[in-house]
Structure formats: structure tokens, C-alpha cells
């Protein structure tokens, strides 16, 4: 069973710039889509990010297209979210994800991923 677990979540000040990690182990993370998600207070998990298995493709939501970027090093089992130009609105629990098929396509929707990380979190102040 695969454990996920992020870091880099804190507190910075809108335009500033986060790097989120999750580091991935006893799993096939070289051979599974990732992507990420966040969960603001009050409202449902959303979707942030995703990349296939090889890094070749990634997908982004609309409201973060352009501030976003989504990676992934399969040598360290770690993907990654680097995070600019935030917005007080970008403030919420992120979580990454794991698809649940090998070598399968990239997924956007809760139901593609199976296995889920703890969350860290994310505030940017105004």
C-alpha cells in the first residue's frame, strides 16, 4: 500500500510563491498518474493538477493555469507543485493523489485517484 505524504504548505503573502512536495513510498509511483487537489473551508475538494506516469502530460485547473506547475522526479518518488503568483483565494488543504491503475490515463476526478495523502496547508494572506 502506498503512503503519500506532502510538506511545503505554510503561510505567505498573496503574490508570493510555495513549493509542495509529496514524496511517495512502498507503491508504483514511477508507473501511476499523480495529481493534486485542494479543499478550501466550507467547500468540496477540488481539482488542481495533474501528470501522467512519465511527466510527458500534465493538466491544470482554469483557476490556476499560468501560476501553477506541476512535476515529478520518479528517481526520488516525489512529485511536486510549484506555486506562484498566490492568491487569497488559493488558501485550502492540498492534497496529491495517486491514480489507481498503472501506466493508465491521467485522471481529473476524485474517482481516478485511490490513494490519498494527509494534506497540508496552504494560507496566503491579502
Known amino acids: 500500500q502506498v503512503q503519500l505524504v506532502e510538506s511545503g504548505g505554510g503561510l505567505v503573502q498573496a503574490g508570493g510563491s510555495l513549493r509542495l512536495s509529496c514524496a511517495a513510498s512502498?507503491?508504483?509511483?514511477?508507473?501511476?498518474?499523480m495529481g493534486w487537489f485542494r479543499q478550501a473551508p466550507g467547500k468540496a475538494r477540488e481539482f488542481v493538477a495533474a501528470?501522467?506516469?512519465?511527466?510527458?502530460?500534465?493538466y491544470y485547473a482554469d483557476s490556476v493555469k499560468g501560476r501553477f506547475a506541476i512535476a515529478r522526479d520518479n528517481t526520488k518518488n516525489t512529485m511536486y507543485l510549484q506555486m506562484n503568483s498566490l492568491k487569497p483565494e488559493d488558501t485550502a488543504v492540498y492534497y496529491c493523489?495517486?491514480?489507481?491503475?498503472?501506466?493508465?490515463?491521467?485522471?481529473?476526478?476524485?474517482?481516478?485517484?485511490?490513494?490519498w495523502g494527509q494534506g497540508t496547508q496552504v494560507t496566503v494572506s491579502s
Open positions: 512502498g507503491g508504483t509511483f514511477s508507473r501511476k498518474a
Open positions: 493523489a495517486e491514480n489507481r491503475h498503472e501506466w493508465g490515463r491521467v485522471g481529473v476526478a476524485e474517482p481516478d485517484f485511490g490513494s
Open positions: 501528470i501522467s506516469w512519465s511527466g510527458v502530460s500534465t
